[in-house]
Structure formats: C-alpha cells, structure tokens
C-alpha cells in the first residue's frame, strides 16, 4: 500500500485524536497496562497542536479516491521533549539547532496500517524535515513500544523515565538520540 504525507492542518485534529487513541490502545496494549494507557492518552500520549502551528506535524494519507489518515508525526524545534497540549511537561522556548537536538514527536500509525513501514517512513520524513531545518542530531521520549524500531533507525536509548499520570500510574518512556550523518538525516 502507498502512503503520501502532508503537514497536519487544523481540519486534522479531530481525526487525529481518534488514530491517536487507536494506536496507542491497539498497538501498545502489549508494553503497558490499560491503567496507564487510560491515563497517559491525551496528556502524555495525544496530539501536541503547536507542532500543527509551527508547520512541523504530518499525516501520512492512503493513496486512493477517498484517503485515510493512516499515520502521524512531527518533529519540534520547541523544547518539549513529549506530551499533549494537557501534559504538565510543556516547554515552549525555540531551540538553537546549532547546539540543541530537533525533538522527534508523537509518531502514530493506526493498528490497521501497522506493519507496512508506515512508521518509518514518517520518521524519515520528519528526521529530513528537522535536518533541513538546520538541526544535525534528534531526540525523542519514546514509548516502550516504539523502542525496537528506533533503535533499528540509528537511536540509542540514554535514559529511562517514569512519568506520573493523572490517576496514580506511571508511564515508562525511553529517551533516545541520534545524531544525523554528513549530509543525510
């Protein structure tokens, strides 16, 4: 299957709450419990608007007369490193990619398209958009389930985190970097 990926619009968000909530409850049921999955989804895994507004959050679309939104991804040049418009996490002031890391944020791709290098091709995407931008190395808080596939990218995990949630639980999250090659993402 083809996917094609655009910047996210505003017209996005709604759909995007919905493949949000569908990957994160259908494709990491495995890595956390439905404790913390009920309690991270809309503040520590959710849709971060701002990406939408700075121009630097996408959804990758099926390629047929009527597209779906299949995936979601972004990158920052803001100092949040994770988290939803509601997340107490927020860190709002630019970076400097001269000395700072590009943030690699919120990729999703709904259980139905799962599998089919989807997730890949958005973090290429975002990865080379962040690097056009003038940043040469990416950071990330990755969920547990999306370890394995950044680590295949070229991540390296450098600390483990334990969020709190709204609800008592706590919501491991790796943080992983990476540096870009010469002249590549």
């Given at each position: ?12 968000i ?14 990491q ?12 989804l ?6 971060d608007?701002q ?57 999703f ?10 997730g890949?091709?958005i ?63």
């Amino acid at each position: 299957m083809e996917f094609s990926i655009r910047p996210a619009q505003e017209a996005d968000i709604a759909t995007l709450h919905a493949l949000i909530e569908a990957s994160v409850r259908g494709l990491q049921a495995g890595d956390y419990t439905p404790a913390q999955i009920a309690g991270a989804l809309g503040t520590v895994l959710g849709l971060d608007t701002q990406l939408i507004c700075d121009q630097t959050y996408f959804v990758a679309e099926t390629v047929e007369a009527e597209p779906k939104i299949a995936g979601s991804g972004g990158w920052s040049k803001r100092k949040t490193l994770f988290g939803a418009d509601q997340a107490a996490v927020r860190e709002p002031e630019l970076l400097d990619p001269a000395v700072d890391a590009a943030k690699i944020r919120a990729i999703f791709v709904h259980p139905e398209y799962a599998r089919r290098g989807l997730g890949t091709q958005i973090l290429a995407h975002v990865e080379r958009a962040a690097y056009e931008a003038g940043f040469c190395h990416f950071e990330m808080g990755s969920t547990l389930t999306g370890v394995p596939l950044y680590t295949l990218k070229g991540y390296r995990a450098v600390e483990q985190i334990a969020v709190p949630l709204n609800n008592g639980e706590a919501l491991p999250i790796v943080k992983m970097v990476k540096m870009a090659k010469m002249g590549e993402p």
